[in-house]
């Protein structure tokens, strides 16, 4: 009987305003309108992410190859995706004319390097396709999503900038088909991305960030060690460095060279774990047949990826929320602790 695993689901009220004028009499008066709506704060997840050190001239195909096998993995789950954000346009529901926006997105284009453009077309380079990025989502709390941002293209990057790429299935769909299904959609969407590191395992997404939401979700965070909630982004610069344990760890060059192979990666480790050597000097450390979230109340301490936290240690990012030490020092201690849940 494949595994069940714990719901997961915060609700919440979100407020927004929006503006608008209305005659009265001869003049136009200023009008300000509140809106009150309920939606998922926050849901349980399976989430698969790869960081690729690599511009966006060199992974269109890569790319192409991810998303389409993510959609045939989809396929049967009507409405799964709706809405989808694509460069310079903003969210639309996702039909006929944002596939041909987003499929335009990865034809392959010949290179422009930012620092070509003149200072005052720089702030049109990304409508050029210097800043190429597209998010596919679903209603809101379905757990389906996809999304890639390619890093800008600098003769010289920087050498923590990195393009990433995601995708979300929602927990019932890992029970629906099971793990290995899961599985098999990981590495095929890792098949042609030259990857620095990667994962895939239980996470959380989130609407608003982690530390705005600690109250909401601190019993189910500090039990269940299994969920992530560092959902990184190519803002945050992520390199060659290891974004935390997870079910699923893909490696590449220069974390597993450093490591001495997978051969060496393997003979450090003595729990149940997988390492699979990939192509281009690249390996996927699996730790059991299914991702697991843990129960601290059970007893359930997750020791496989305690293992390879501690043989990872050096590679690891560093803790990420390092300004709530000013903005507040109890919220910084805690999340500190769970970031280093796998550690102490």
């Not at 915060?10 to 608008?20: A, D, F, V, W």
Request: net charge negative; with cysteine.
């Amino acid at each position: 009987m494949p595994p069940s695993y714990p719901r997961i689901r915060i609700q919440g009220t979100l407020r927004s305003e929006s503006y608008g004028f209305e005659r009265v009499g001869e003049e136009l008066v200023k009008q300000v309108r509140e809106h009150v709506y309920e939606r998922v704060l926050a849901r349980d997840v399976v989430r698969i992410i790869f960081f690729i050190p690599q511009d966006h001239h060199h992974l269109t195909a890569g790319v192409t190859h991810a998303l389409d096998s993510y959609l045939r993995a989809i396929e049967g789950h009507p409405g799964a995706l709706s809405d989808y954000t694509c460069c310079w346009w903003q969210s639309f529901k996702l039909e006929e004319t944002g596939w041909e926006r987003i499929r335009e997105t990865l034809e392959p284009k010949e290179p422009r390097f930012f620092e070509d453009y003149e200072p005052d077309d720089a702030r049109f380079a990304e409508k050029d396709g210097a800043d190429p990025y597209f998010t596919l989502s679903g209603e809101q709390g379905n757990g389906y999503s996809f999304s890639y941002h390619a890093r800008l293209p600098w003769r010289e990057p920087h050498p923590r900038s990195v393009s990433v790429l995601s995708a979300t299935l929602p927990t019932e769909y890992l029970e629906e088909h099971g793990a290995h299904h899961v599985r098999e959609l990981a590495m095929d969407m890792a098949s042609r991305l030259p990857f620095a590191t990667g994962h895939a395992g239980l996470a959380l997404r989130l609407w608003h960030r982690i530390y705005d939401q600690l109250d909401r979700l601190r019993t189910e965070l500090f039990r269940h060690p299994g969920f992530d909630v560092r959902e990184a982004s190519h803002f945050d610069g992520m390199g060659t460095r290891v974004d935390g344990i997870h079910w699923m760890n893909f490696l590449g060059p220069p974390v597993l060279s450093q490591l001495g192979g997978a051969a060496g990666l393997r003979a450090r480790l003595h729990s149940p774990t997988t390492v699979q050597e990939l192509e281009g000097e690249r390996a996927v450390v699996t730790l059991g047949e299914a991702p697991e979230a843990g129960d601290l109340d059970q007893g359930q301490t997750l020791p496989a990826y305690r293992e390879l936290a501690r043989v990872l240690e050096p590679y690891l990012e560093p803790f990420p929320w390092g300004f709530l030490e000013r903005k507040s020092p109890s919220v910084e201690e805690e999340l500190r602790r769970w970031w280093r849940r796998f550690l102490d």
